[in-house]
């Protein structure tokens, strides 16, 4: 009887999922290393999750990933440049400030940048390379959803589709949500500690969305953003999106087909983000009832289920 359960518990074992196992590595572009993991059946369609703004990646406890591998999707998770587990561009220091970088836009200038969306994109693939993935459906949120718009511009055959998330075109004279005000007033993280203020920024984030974060899971959050211990790393990312500029004449050039998702009380991003990538891209606009900026665990399983939807209706490639 004991051989027979020892057979059947190996049985088991050989059927599981191959969501379970995870791929972890590192990949090069030029002087940046990236953490990426791998994870989910060989044979599954291929999706790249790029993260936003100081986003360091949940490796375990993200219900994003969670949902994609539940539904058989193969998912590539990295953190981005000046995040995480990957390089932490610290002798660049502090970018300069929003007005001087706009200033030399406005010139014809490039701006004195660590570096811009165009790198960011380059590290994206740098990690499919290592991942020995040729294409992939990218999804990104905020600037991770700007991220991958260059992805999809600039490197259009490693991209299967496009889907932008609480991200926007760049489109100057877009109005601001609440958040942009209390996230600028030096009293609202008067006297915190760093990671205090983190969980502060991630609740403004959230705004008054009914779809909301536990402390938990904010509290997972914060521990993954916070491997970086740099206070300049996130501002070098912001500065990369300022430096871009207006990504609109790019957005047009995207050949491959798109999906935009955004929360219906999205406090950084109002809905007009959202409209101007949808129209410039000629992609459909789904809106998350309830969601804010952030995707929390309990909208992932919603948001999946329309991007899952989005990539099985797509021709065949």
Same mark, same amino acid.
Request: hydrophobic share 45%; aromatic share 4%; net charge negative.
């Given at each position: 009887m004991?051989? !027979?359960?020892?057979?059947?518990?190996?049985?088991?074992?050989s059927?599981?999922?191959c969501? @379970?196992?995870t791929?972890?590595?590192?990949?090069?572009?030029?002087?940046v290393?990236?953490? #990426?993991?791998?994870?989910?059946?060989? $044979?599954?369609?291929?999706v790249?999750?790029?993260?936003?703004?100081?986003?360091?990646?949940?490796?375990?406890?993200?219900a994003?990933?969670? /949902?994609?591998?539940?539904?058989? #999707?193969?998912?590539?998770?990295? %953190?981005?440049?000046?995040s995480g587990q990957?390089?932490?561009?610290?002798?660049?220091? @502090?970018?300069?400030?929003?007005?001087?970088?706009?200033?030399?836009?406005? +010139?014809g200038?490039?701006?004195?940048v660590a570096? %811009?969306?165009? %790198?960011?994109?380059?590290?994206a693939?740098a990690?499919?390379?290592? /991942?020995?993935?040729?294409?992939?459906?990218?999804?990104?949120?905020? *600037?991770g959803g700007?991220?991958?718009? =260059? =992805?999809?511009a600039?490197?259009?055959?490693r991209?299967?589709?496009?889907i932008?998330?609480?991200a926007?075109?760049?489109?100057?004279?877009?109005?601001?949500?609440?958040?942009?005000?209390? *996230?600028? %007033?030096?009293?609202?993280?008067a006297?915190?500690?760093?990671?205090?203020?983190?969980?502060?920024?991630?609740?403004?984030f959230?705004?008054?969305?009914? =779809?909301?974060?536990? $402390?938990?899971?904010i509290? &997972?959050?914060?521990?993954?953003?916070?491997?970086?211990?740099?206070?300049? /790393?996130? @501002?070098?990312?912001g500065?990369?999106v300022? @430096?871009?500029?207006?990504?609109?004449?790019?957005l047009?050039?995207?050949?491959?087909?798109?999906?935009?998702?955004?929360?219906?009380? $999205?406090?950084?991003?109002? !809905?007009?983000?959202?409209?101007?990538?949808a &129209?410039?891209?000629?992609?459909?606009l789904?809106?998350?009832?309830?969601?804010?900026?952030?995707? +929390?665990?309990? /909208?992932?399983?919603?948001?999946?289920?329309?991007?899952? $939807?989005?990539?099985?209706?797509?021709? &065949?490639?």
């Amino acid at each position: 009887m004991l051989r !027979i359960s020892s057979i059947l518990i190996a049985l088991l074992v050989s059927l599981a999922p191959c969501a @379970a196992q995870t791929q972890s590595g590192r990949a090069i572009n030029g002087e940046v290393e990236l953490g #990426y993991w791998v994870q989910g059946p060989e $044979d599954g369609p291929p999706v790249m999750l790029i993260n936003g703004q100081g986003v360091g990646t949940r490796i375990g406890d993200d219900a994003l990933v969670d /949902a994609f591998l539940s539904k058989g #999707y193969r998912v590539v998770t990295f %953190d981005n440049r000046d995040s995480g587990q990957s390089t932490i561009l610290r002798t660049a220091g @502090a970018p300069p400030q929003t007005e001087t970088i706009r200033t030399a836009l406005s +010139a014809g200038l490039r701006p004195t940048v660590a570096y %811009d969306l165009s %790198d960011m994109a380059t590290d994206a693939i740098a990690v499919l390379d290592a /991942a020995n993935i040729d294409g992939a459906h990218v999804l990104g949120h905020s *600037l991770g959803g700007m991220i991958a718009q =260059v =992805v999809a511009a600039q490197h259009p055959q490693r991209v299967l589709s496009l889907i932008s998330v609480s991200a926007t075109s760049g489109e100057s004279g877009l109005p601001f949500g609440p958040a942009l005000t209390k *996230l600028s %007033d030096p009293q609202t993280f008067a006297s915190m500690e760093f990671v205090e203020a983190q969980i502060k920024a991630y609740r403004i984030f959230e705004g008054d969305a009914s =779809v909301r974060m536990s $402390d938990d899971e904010i509290a &997972a959050r914060v521990d993954a953003d916070t491997a970086a211990a740099d206070p300049n /790393a996130a @501002a070098r990312q912001g500065s990369a999106v300022t @430096a871009t500029g207006d990504r609109r004449p790019l957005l047009e050039t995207i050949v491959a087909p798109a999906l935009v998702i955004h929360g219906s009380d $999205d406090p950084w991003f109002p !809905i007009d983000h959202a409209q101007s990538t949808a &129209a410039v891209l000629g992609a459909p606009l789904e809106v998350i009832d309830g969601m804010g900026h952030i995707i +929390a665990d309990a /909208a992932a399983r919603t948001v999946v289920d329309r991007v899952s $939807d989005f990539i099985q209706n797509l021709p &065949a490639q």
